[in-house]
């Protein structure tokens, strides 16, 4: 063996660090704006009437399928609006289920209280369901972000040091097995940003 190595040409020993590829390789990474994606005709920003349209159309259903939940009076949504606004919208048959998720808009807007910050969608899990959902994502939402097929990711901003996972403050589209979601953490961050301003007290000792 050792004798093999000697034998070998110099110019083979220069290039050998351009053939072989170092195990802790960081994948490329590729921004992505997720900002005017959809799920099943929903995307973030809509206004509750305008999400539950969406779904009647994406479903051909009638409204009174689509299952409404409110905030409480004991949620901290409720200090934003002061009245009982619509949390979710969910939609379930047959193990498909998809279920919109809403923060109250700030500044508060009482014509249009409400906005969607994140959507889900879900079929039941089969290796052939799951591998149908991977190829339905990439032909409608393009090349992924990050992640690798095991795990595609689409997001603004793909965290470059690891080849995996975005920065948190990232509107993302993720999959997960038969699992489609998207977010836009932006519409949280500003009802906890307005929070933070309703508590802010002078301390008096």
Same mark, same amino acid.
């Given at each position: ?38 799920? #099943?005709?929903?995307?973030? *920003? ?12 994406n ?5 009174d399928?689509i ?21 979710? @919208? ?17 500044? $508060?807007?009482?014509?249009?209280? !409400? ?5 889900? $969608? ?10 149908? !959902?991977?190829e ?10 990050? #992640? *690798?097929?095991?795990?595609? @990711? ?10 995996? *996972? ?8 993720? @999959? ?6 998207l ?6 961050n500003a009802? !906890?940003?307005? !929070?933070?301003?309703q ?7």
């Amino acid at each position: 063996m050792k004798k093999y190595w000697f034998g070998l040409p110099a110019a083979l020993f220069v290039a050998l660090p351009c053939i072989v590829t170092p195990a802790h390789a960081v994948p490329p990474v590729r921004a992505v704006d997720v900002t005017p994606f959809d799920v #099943g005709g929903v995307k973030t *920003g809509m206004s509750v009437e305008e999400a539950r349209a969406a779904m009647q159309k994406n479903f051909g259903i009638s409204a009174d399928q689509i299952r409404v939940s409110k905030y409480r009076k004991d949620q901290v949504a409720y200090l934003v609006t002061n009245s009982e606004e619509v949390s979710t @919208l969910v939609y379930d048959n047959k193990g498909t289920r998809m279920q919109v998720n809403f923060e109250p808009r700030i500044p $508060y807007n009482k014509s249009n209280p !409400m906005a969607v910050d994140s959507v889900s $969608y879900e079929i039941p899990w089969t290796k052939d369901n799951e591998t149908s !959902m991977k190829e339905a994502a990439i032909a409608k939402y393009g090349p992924i972000s990050t #992640g *690798g097929m095991m795990a595609p @990711l689409w997001c603004n901003k793909p965290l470059p040091t690891s080849g995996m *996972g975005c920065e948190s403050d990232s509107p993302k589209l993720s @999959l997960g097995g038969t699992k489609l979601q998207l977010i836009d953490p932006a519409w949280q961050n500003a009802r !906890m940003k307005f !929070m933070d301003q309703q508590r802010a007290t002078k301390p008096q000792f």
